[in-house]
């Protein structure tokens, strides 16, 4: 049986596949994948990792051009969908579902672009990774990956959600932290005279972050226009009132904080998770320094790290991207930066030409009822396909 064509039925069928993360699993996502590249002829190797955690890779002939996805999608959560989360359901031109943007749909569209290549006859000349665990970082999907070798640095198109005229070239750095503050425990009654709070060492040091937070971080020369245009973006999406100051300063959220016994103990505990975003022209190592400095109280365990990292707007891959969405959208594409990070920080360091784009509804990512447009999809698997006849030898 011949393998579908259409973005939206290949996006539908995905959702409908559970690869919640966490747990992770995307064995059952993976293997629709492997089934649909076996009916097209073309061969995988298949990536295990603990937890079910399945990556797919197909690596082309000499080929210039990684396409990556991820599988793995964040939990529904217990908001009040209006559709089933797991569906696929198709209403008014969309498509609901969650992963459906971030970023089912994305693999959807390189799925039905490489089966249009496929079947007009001729041969792939991409790579392909189909990946787990981008959800919780990386360390178990596209790190896996490079870790196999199988693919060397190249340029490489992430189907990552973006509006459909800006290709992300870089995204902010990111440091996740965890801290296990102590305190010294005394009666309540005679704090701050007696004792050492766990839990008032760590409003010391979020009250620190709201200070680091003010200082304003400019942009390297080379992303100063895309940081410009960035800034109106975010702001368009999310009706930001300066959405420059999310791009140029140190973000932090106290994601989970817990501490303290009772009410009448002064606290000889307390633990916080923390994740911060770091700007252009800032440094995670610096940035962590001054954290430890701070809380000389506290162990410190870092989750995860990434510098600022960003692709040259000049290469070679931008100007082919920026090609095909002006024949497909008829606008002029303006390259961006992101606020948030992807698989593309780990592909960055490891010498590959990140950019990132793909279909999708912004504004309903991780949310309640997620969504993409059915157009979006079809757009998008267009543009794919264009790219991929540029890197026909």
Not at 12 to 24: E, K
Not at 261 to 267: F, I, L, P, R, S
Not at 315 to 330: D, F
């Amino acid at each position: 049986m011949a393998p579908p064509s259409h973005p939206a039925r290949i996006c539908a069928d995905l959702v409908r596949i559970r690869s919640v993360n966490p747990p992770g699993d995307t064995t059952d996502a993976a293997s629709y994948i492997r089934e649909h590249l076996d009916a097209l002829g073309i061969g995988s190797h298949t990536i295990r990792k603990p937890g079910g955690r399945e990556s797919l890779v197909s690596p082309g002939p000499a080929a210039g051009l990684l396409l990556c996805g991820h599988l793995d999608v964040v939990p529904a959560g217990e908001g009040d969908w209006s559709v089933d989360p797991f569906g696929g359901e198709i209403r008014d031109g969309m498509l609901y579902g969650r992963g459906s943007s971030d970023m089912k749909g994305g693999c959807a569209a390189i799925l039905a672009a490489v089966t249009d290549v496929v079947e007009k006859g001729r041969e792939l000349p991409v790579s392909l990774a189909f990946v787990a665990d981008e959800e919780t970082g990386g360390e178990l999907g596209i790190r896996a990956v490079l870790d196999a070798g199988l693919i060397p640095p190249c340029d490489c198109l992430v189907a990552e959600p973006t509006p459909v005229l800006n290709p992300v070239i870089g995204m902010k750095g990111l440091l996740r932290l965890a801290f296990r503050f102590r305190g010294q425990p005394g009666h309540g009654s005679l704090y701050p005279r007696v004792g050492v709070s766990a839990v008032m060492e760590a409003l010391d040091l979020l009250e620190y972050l709201k200070e680091a937070h003010e200082k304003v971080y400019p942009p390297p020369e080379a992303l100063r226009e895309s940081v410009e245009v960035s800034a109106e973006v975010l702001g368009e999406i999310f009706g930001l009132a300066d959405p420059k100051e999310v791009l140029q300063r140190i973000t932090f959220n106290p994601g989970r904080i817990e501490g303290g016994e009772k009410a009448n103990v002064v606290a000889a505990r307390c633990s916080l998770e923390l994740e911060l975003r770091i700007p252009f022209g800032a440094s995670v190592e610096q940035v962590l320094a001054s954290l430890r400095a701070r809380a000389r109280r506290a162990g410190v365990e870092v989750l995860a790290w990434s510098e600022p990292n960003f692709t040259p707007p000049d290469v070679a891959l931008v100007g082919i991207l920026s090609r095909e969405i002006r024949r497909v959208h008829g606008g002029e594409p303006r390259p961006i930066v992101q606020w948030a990070a992807s698989d593309a920080k780990h592909l960055r360091a490891a010498g590959f030409r990140v950019v990132e784009y793909g279909p999708g509804d912004l504004a309903t990512l991780h949310g309640v009822d997620e969504r993409v447009p059915v157009r979006a999809l079809e757009q998008a698997a267009d543009v794919y396909h264009g790219v991929i006849n540029a890197y026909t030898v």
